[in-house]
Structures are given as structure tokens and as C-alpha cells.
């Protein structure tokens, strides 16, 4: 029932910014925590960043002070702002949500910075 629909992806320059979307349906973010991972070719699947049931944000060291996780609960969606992107953060990004009763994730949305 749980379906996670992601968008924002795409080419960027080096040193911009881009803002990731995944839209949840079939679950309430209220009681959710919202990760969005990536996985680079050739690399593990990471966490980037998290938010909790009560709003509580969590970043990898590679994410912190460059990305934010939001979410809007009137449009049940979770956020993902990248700025001041570099190479490296090219990856296939993927939106993943949990809660007590169940766990989605998102189809992933390819991006690529360029330089």
C-alpha cells in the first residue's frame, strides 16, 4: 500500500544545488522516519540523511552543512536540498520510509554533477 514517488533528479554543475522530492502515499510521515539514501556505481548504498517521526534531522558527514532534509506534512512529502554539490554526490538517490508496520522504498532518481 505504500508507495514512495521521487523526483528532482538531473545534471548540475559542480557547486550547485538541486532539490529532491518524495512524495509518500499509504503512510503518515507523523509516524515515519524518511531517509534518503544514494548509491554511487560501484559503491555501497548509504544514508545521506534522515528525519524522524517528530522532525529530528540526521546527516552524514559528507552531507552535513551542504544538505537538508524537510518534509511538508499537508502534502506528504519529504525533501531533500542539495547545495554546494560536488562530484562525489553523483549517485542514484533513493528515498526510503519505516515505520512500526512497514518499510518503502522509492524507485530512485539519478543524479550527476558535473564539472
Known amino acids: 500500500q505504500v508507495q514512495l514517488v521521487e523526483s528532482g533528479g538531473g545534471l548540475v554543475e559542480a557547486g550547485g544545488s538541486l532539490r529532491l522530492s518524495c512524495a509518500a502515499s499509504g503512510s503518515n510521515l507523523r509516524f515515519a522516519i524518511v531517509s534518503w539514501y544514494r548509491q554511487a556505481p560501484g559503491k555501497q548504498r548509504e544514508v545521506v540523511a534522515s528525519?524522524?517521526?517528530?522532525?529530528?534531522?540526521n546527516y552524514a558527514d559528507s552531507a552535513k552543512g551542504r544538505f537538508s532534509i524537510s518534509r511538508d506534512i499537508a502534502k506528504n512529502t519529504v525533501y531533500l536540498q542539495m547545495n554546494s554539490l560536488k562530484l562525489e554526490d553523483t549517485a542514484v538517490y533513493y528515498c526510503?520510509?519505516?515505520?512500526?508496520?512497514?518499510?518503502?522504498w522509492g524507485q530512485g532518481t539519478q543524479v550527476t554533477v558535473s564539472s
Open positions: 526510503h520510509l519505516r515505520t512500526i508496520l512497514t518499510q518503502a
Open positions: 528525519i524522524s517521526s517528530g522532525g529530528i534531522t
